[in-house]
């Protein structure tokens, strides 16, 4: 497996992340009254990221929170494999994985950039960006005539493009050689941001409100909105088990490895290196191994004791667990529980 030297998008989005959302230092509150400190502070941006940095200094928040929306969602939706999206230090925001042009890099690669149209999006519609408002979409053609159309919307055109603009950019400044690995890594980067967004775009839908005397709905506004941000991870982590090996073609073109099967859409997600299994600690691949993680007894699944801890046995544990029990709910208007502790067996490989 050759490890690539090629910053991975995820550098630009740590130093989104990491000094934006994670930085208490770095609050929103800095940049407003001078932005050119701010941009020069955000270590990993490129020579057009940092133009559109100082263009768009009220966007900077907000690609970082749509960055750490991904982050989060990456680590629920691999919670129970042996990868589990762990971010290992501030260098690197998941490490040498990133390295590695496999399937879970294509995966966070496509989340991040998600989150990023996700948050600007949504920025735009809460009047927190100079540069946009409500959504401007076209009113659908199967709408009924006498619903309006026009309600506050999630601004997923302005969200789509930007994110487009400013994600890729770094990809996009390099120059590599035709035909080389580093030049079909680019191309894969460049792949899974783009059916992240596209994600997005497929999963926005129209949401309506109902107006009427003593809610007769006798009329509705109805606008665009994107769908909650789970359902966008929940269909990437499908895309990810669906994910296509490619390679680079005589005119250094992606192709399928595995030409028997249908070329991958522009919303699948591709990779060009095979995984790592993640068992063990590998300085090298990144892989922070199993040793230590809980597993599922009688799961025979990917969060099973087998599969987990990799045939090395697990051992078992007796812990407390402490949970709300004996709720009642009382007028008006609150629930009230107990809390209740109970002994339970824990499973945690070796």
């Not at 955000?42 to 982050?71: N, P, R, V, W």
């Not at 909650?228 to 992606?254: C, P, Q, T, W």
Request: net charge positive; hydrophobic share 30%; with cysteine.
């Amino acid at each position: 497996m050759k490890q690539l030297s090629v910053p991975s998008l995820l550098v630009l989005k740590l130093s989104v992340k990491l000094s934006l959302a994670m930085n208490p230092l770095l609050i929103p509150e800095a940049y407003i009254i001078g932005g050119q400190p701010l941009c020069s502070q955000l270590a990993g941006l490129s020579k057009g990221q940092k133009k559109l940095c100082q263009l768009y200094q009220d966007h900077m928040q907000f690609i970082g929170e749509g960055a750490k929306t991904g982050i989060r969602e990456c680590q629920y939706q691999f919670r129970n494999r042996r990868w589990n999206c762990s971010t290992v230090d501030n260098s690197s925001v998941f490490g040498r994985v990133m390295q590695i042009g496999s399937r879970e890099t294509a995966f966070t690669y496509a989340i991040s950039a998600a989150g990023v149209v996700n948050a600007v999006s949504r920025a735009c519609r809460e009047g927190e960006l100079s540069s946009c408002g409500c959504s401007r979409a076209a009113r659908p053609k199967d709408l009924p005539r006498d619903w309006l159309w026009g309600g506050c919307g999630d601004n997923l055109n302005y969200g789509y493009r930007f994110s487009k603009e400013f994600v890729d950019a770094r990809e996009r400044e390099k120059t590599f050689t035709k035909g080389s690995m580093e030049s079909a890594r680019l191309l894969m980067n460049l792949h899974n941001n783009e059916a992240g967004r596209r994600i997005v775009s497929d999963l926005a839908h129209v949401s309506c409100k109902c107006h009427g005397v003593s809610g007769s709905c006798s009329l509705k506004t109805c606008w665009l909105q994107l769908a909650d941000f789970r359902k966008v991870g929940d269909a990437l982590k499908e895309k990810y088990d669906s994910a296509a090996a490619m390679r680079l073609n005589s005119r250094g073109k992606l192709v399928q490895v595995h030409s028997k099967f249908n070329s991958p859409t522009s919303n699948d997600l591709v990779y060009i290196d095979p995984s790592p299994d993640y068992c063990a600690e590998n300085k090298t691949t990144g892989s922070l191994g199993t040793q230590g993680r809980l597993c599922n007894k009688t799961s025979e699944g990917m969060d099973g004791c087998a599969l987990m801890c990799c045939g090395r046995g697990y051992d078992q544990y007796k812990t407390q667990l402490v949970e709300r029990c004996h709720c009642k709910f009382h007028w008006c208007c609150y629930v009230k529980c107990k809390h209740c502790s109970r002994t339970v067996d824990q499973f945690v490989c070796k």
